[in-house]
């Protein structure tokens, strides 16, 4: 099973970027998906979460109204619009998956909840 993100750069505060994860291996069509990100100095912190259906999802407070967590079954893919960045989303981002199927919950925040992880994608704010 493999995840792999892309989409990152470098970009000026205010600008948007849209990340990428695809997954192969095996599907994820019934598990929460979601993006974490870690930060120069810093441990992995949650981002968002999706669940299956794309009925549920959360956010962490610093990324609410201006990062859209979303979803593709059919190309096992789920996406990260982040808009109106800034320079204190400068870190890499990576996308986890549960290996849990129709598991949706406060735990979607923690990072154990998660077995598989993808390769990070370096997303620079700066001007």
């Known amino acids: 099973v493999q995840l792999q993100a892309s989409g990152g750069g470098l970009v000026q505060p205010g600008d948007s970027l849209r990340l990428s994860c695809a997954a192969s291996?095996?599907?994820?069509?019934?598990?929460?998906m979601a993006w974490f990100r870690q930060g120069p100095g810093k441990e992995r912190e949650f981002v968002a979460a999706?669940?299956?259906?794309?009925?549920?999802?959360d956010y962490t407070n610093s990324v609410k109204g201006r990062f859209t967590i979303s979803r593709d079954n059919a190309k096992n893919t789920v996406y990260l619009q982040m808009n109106s960045l800034k320079p204190e989303d400068t870190a890499v981002y990576y996308c986890?998956?549960?290996?849990?199927?129709?598991?949706?919950?406060?735990?979607?925040?923690?990072?154990?909840?998660?077995?598989?992880w993808g390769n990070g994608t370096q997303v620079t704010v700066s001007s």
């Open positions: 999706l669940a299956w259906n794309s009925l549920s999802r």
């Open positions: 986890a998956a549960d290996s849990r199927e129709y598991k949706y919950d406060y735990q979607n925040r923690l990072l154990r909840q998660y077995d598989y």
């Open positions: 291996g095996r599907t994820f069509s019934r598990s929460v």
